[in-house]
């Protein structure tokens, strides 16, 4: 995590951002990219993976997954299992091979197609978190 000399430290501790996506050259790009944010980020490689990580750090309140990964579920299976369990949980859903609508995930989700710009991501992240806080 990166952390802007300027921003006074504070008793809060910086938002999680989980990350969940198979690739692991896409997954560290998306790691680079929303460390911008002063966030402390998580990575997974799968769903079970993640599911660890929501269990381990309750802090996170954004979601970052790929569709299409091995394992028990899919991103939109584990995006609506977070839903289900952390509503609170801002989510954004990707993919290269598919192309869905918001309403087709859960309630404050927002699908973000591959290939995604570096500045998409970080904007769309920064607005979910916003709305968390």
Do not use: W
């Not at 006074?8 to 990219?33: F, H, Q, T, W």
């Amino acid at each position: 995590m990166r952390r802007n000399p300027l921003t006074p430290m504070s008793n809060c501790p910086p938002p999680a951002i989980l990350i969940v996506e198979d690739e692991p050259l896409i997954r560290m790009n998306a790691v680079e990219i929303l460390e911008e944010l002063d966030a402390e980020v998580l990575e997974a490689a799968d769903a079970d993976e993640a599911i660890r990580a929501l269990n381990c750090h309750p802090g996170v309140c954004l979601l970052f997954t790929d569709i299409n990964m091995p394992g028990s579920m899919d991103g939109i299976a584990l995006a609506a299992h977070v839903h289900a369990t952390h509503p609170d949980i801002g989510l954004i859903v990707t993919s290269g091979g598919q192309n869905l609508k918001n309403a087709q995930l859960p309630d404050s989700g927002t699908f973000l197609p591959k290939p995604y710009r570096h500045q998409q991501l970080l904007d769309l992240a920064r607005k979910k978190l916003a709305s968390k806080g």
